[in-house]
């Protein structure tokens, strides 16, 4: 496996002109000159797929915006910086890495869409990252350059969930970071004013669920967009020169956990999950690799997965995901019961709580298998985390339950043997 730097700066840029220099900003040009249209083509034919965890087209996601608008509206784009999924620090590292490439690839967005306004949404708690998109916002207001769209950054809790969309929109317009049922496309920000969203008058457009006027979102990771932005300046082609026919391209990937050198590099889509944490984690005995977590977003890898291709289709295929790409490894020192308990006690407290048992039953059995992991709990107990784990995900309004039904039950089911020997 060769590690790559498409998206992934080797070293830091250091400023705009330094961008500039290294060929930054041709795909704003190609926006500008070309229009929306041969944009849209570009990005279909690059097979271009979200970085932030659902692999959904990217395409077809900014399509949707524009199949949606209504006239006299103003869409907005919005920059999900927020990362929070644990063992992914990817997007922070883009960030502080080089800002202007996520930047002028949500641009080239706002170009597409008709949209005057980019959001960059992140956490007040990565300063580091902050200090480098101010000063990168502060560069581009500066440039004659760089087209005259508005960007704001906004600075959020350090709530796991203000990483969802729907609730990272919430984090926007001031309020907590609680998931909504209608996506961005259909209830987007409110209205950019500043004043409350009113009711609609039958006539007047599409109502969200609340029946507000708001105004068409398109939300994308950092990852997503700084992609963006060197598609549009190379071409599909180019994209699709490395990766596979239905994966295509680069993912940057973080490896963390029972490993001798936790890292981030970029590597190939296509590559096996063994080779990248031989090479990105520094991984030597990978016969002691127990299993490897997505995050909490998806349900383990087990060793007799570790040779699975890091693409969308086989990492499902496995039963597991590829999320935001960012592994945990559990050795063969460390607890899979106690991995679970962690997980879940993770899962519970970030939960917002609006769906009663994604709270209620999460709590539930992150306490019972810490009693398992100290020893002092039996088959009840057990079972009881079963049972709740049946539950745990009626209703809910977000995926956040069903992360925890599926990374506790894949923990348990793989390592019966473990939760035996603490009852």
Not at 63 to 89: T, W
Not at 221 to 248: K, L, M
Not at 282 to 290: K, P
Request: with cysteine.
């Amino acid at each position: 496996m060769s590690l790559t730097s498409r998206v992934l700066d080797l070293e830091p840029v250091a400023d705009l002109a330094a961008y500039e220099a290294a060929g930054g900003g041709r795909a704003l040009q190609v926006a500008l000159e070309g229009g929306g249209d041969p944009v849209l083509a570009v990005l279909e034919a690059s097979g271009l797929r979200g970085r932030g965890g659902a692999g959904f087209p990217t395409h077809r996601k900014w399509r949707s915006i524009l199949d949606g608008l209504v006239p006299g509206a103003s869409p907005v784009v919005v920059v999900n910086g927020a990362e929070g999924e644990p063992g992914s620090i990817k997007d922070r590292t883009l960030l502080r890495s080089n800002p202007y490439r996520t930047i002028e690839g949500a641009l080239v967005a706002a170009l597409v869409i008709g949209a005057d306004t980019v959001v960059v949404a992140t956490k007040a708690a990565f300063g580091r990252e902050v200090a480098r998109l101010r000063s990168a916002v502060a560069e581009i207001a500066a440039s004659d350059d760089w087209p005259g769209i508005a960007i704001d950054i906004v600075e959020g809790p350090d709530a796991y969930l203000f990483g969802e969309e729907t609730a990272l929109l919430e984090v926007v317009e001031g309020r907590e970071p609680f998931p909504r049922i209608a996506p961005p496309w259909r209830r987007g920000i409110d209205d950019p004013s500043g004043d409350p969203a009113q009711p609609l008058a039958i006539d007047e457009g599409p109502e969200d669920e609340a029946g507000v006027l708001s105004e068409p979102t398109l939300v994308n990771n950092v990852e997503t967009f700084a992609h963006v932005a060197q598609i549009v300046a190379n071409g599909p082609e180019w994209f699709r020169s490395v990766g596979t026919a239905d994966s295509p391209g680069t993912i940057v990937c973080t490896v963390v956990g029972d490993v001798p050198r936790p890292g981030v590099a970029e590597v190939a889509m296509g590559t096996p999950l063994r080779e990248v944490l031989e090479q990105v984690g520094g991984v030597r005995r990978i016969d002691e690799v127990r299993a490897v977590l997505p995050g909490v977003s998806a349900p383990m890898v087990g060793p007799d997965g570790l040779d699975t291709p890091l693409t969308y289709e086989d990492m499902t295929s496995l039963g597991s995901g590829l999320g935001s790409a960012g592994f945990i490894v559990v050795g063969a020192q460390t607890s899979p019961l106690a991995v679970a308990a962690g997980a879940s006690r993770f899962l519970a407290v970030e939960s917002c709580g609006q769906c009663t048992p994604c709270k209620q039953d999460g709590l539930s059995i992150a306490s019972s298998l810490e009693r398992l992991c100290r020893g002092e709990a039996g088959p009840k107990e057990r079972r009881d985390v079963e049972d709740r784990l049946r539950t745990i995900d009626r209703g809910a309004r977000c995926y956040l339950a069903t992360q925890h039904l599926q990374v506790v039950s894949g923990l348990l089911e793989a390592f019966p043997e473990e939760v035996a020997a603490q009852e």
